[in-house]
């Protein structure tokens, strides 16, 4: 496993395509990560993801304080980095209950994952043009959350709870902070659908890069529905393995796409963070947005 304080080092562009408008990052930053680009601010929301994977594709050990993704990276210093620069570029964070559940004393900003580069986060965020920090949006059907932590108590980040009828009754039962808002866009029969997700964020406010942080399942339904263009992946060095019957997760659950409807996606970016690879993919097939996600 890779020192949780294993010194930050500069990452290695090996190939990278110039889509995108270039972002001016603070000088740390930028000798750290190398050069950024993202969609122009004109254009449609944009919906990407990050994850990190083992080499046998396992993001999750789904085991009692091993469930995290520093258990998959090995805690890398340059993970965290690359996970805070995309945080601090994200007008918003969107996670499922189950992402909650396994790191659930975390806020879903840049800072919080890593707080070494908290100024220069802070620096591109003022940048940019943006809130001090992106809204983070639980999605949860059953509305089955703590609204006593940190994400929603704290006041450090707006939070929204997006669930079903039936949660949001559960909820209103009990004592919110101003900080969080709970909106109900799903059934009590039907599971919340990403497009439903996504209209109710862009209906709300005016949200252009949306990042996906998970779990798989929701994940899933997100490259079900054809609302992910681009992928963040970072390959760790290590083969996690699963017994028989092992549920630990992929990254992507519950939708099966191959052989008849595959995702393809594009590589257009490759760094290296010693034995880690990060990776950037885009599916520029996937704009099915409805009119309130595409204006």
């Not at 304080?65 to 620069?85: N, T, Y």
């Not at 949006?137 to 959350?145: D, L, P």
């Not at 039936?166 to 039907?190: K, Q």
Request: hydrophobic share 40%.
């Amino acid at each position: 496993m890779t020192d949780k304080k294993a010194r930050l080092t500069s990452l290695q562009t090996l190939f990278e395509t110039r889509r995108g408008t270039a972002v001016s990052l603070p000088p740390r930053l930028a000798r750290r990560y190398g050069n950024l680009r993202i969609p122009s601010k004109h254009g449609p929301p944009h919906v990407f993801s990050n994850f990190v994977t083992t080499l046998d594709g396992v993001v999750s050990l789904s085991s009692p304080k091993h469930a995290s993704g520093g258990d998959i990276s090995g805690f890398s210093a340059q993970d965290r980095m690359v996970m805070g620069l995309l945080r601090a570029v994200a007008d918003v964070v969107i996670i499922g209950a189950g992402t909650l559940g396994a790191d659930s004393r975390h806020v879903w900003t840049a800072d919080a994952i890593f707080p070494e580069l908290a100024d220069e986060y802070r620096r591109l965020r003022k940048y940019l043009e943006k809130a001090e920090t992106p809204l983070n949006v639980v999605v949860s059907g059953s509305g089955a959350v703590d609204l006593r932590l940190p994400i929603f108590a704290s006041g450090k980040v707006n939070a929204l709870i997006l669930t079903t009828t039936a949660g949001e009754r559960r909820l209103r039962r009990e004592a919110a902070s101003d900080s969080v808002e709970i909106r109900a866009i799903g059934t009590n029969r039907r599971a919340i659908s990403p497009r439903a997700i996504l209209d109710e964020v862009c209906r709300l406010r005016s949200n252009r890069l949306i990042l996906v942080e998970g779990g798989p399942r929701l994940l899933g339904d997100f490259y079900a529905e054809r609302l992910i263009d681009e992928q963040f992946l970072t390959i760790a060095p290590q083969v996690a393995g699963r017994d028989d019957g092992d549920r630990r997760p992929s990254l992507v659950m519950g939708n099966a796409f191959a052989p008849g409807d595959a995702r393809w996606g594009t590589l257009t970016d490759v760094r290296r963070g010693g034995s880690h690879l990060f990776l950037r993919y885009s599916f520029p097939g996937s704009r099915g947005r409805s009119q309130a996600g595409s204006r």
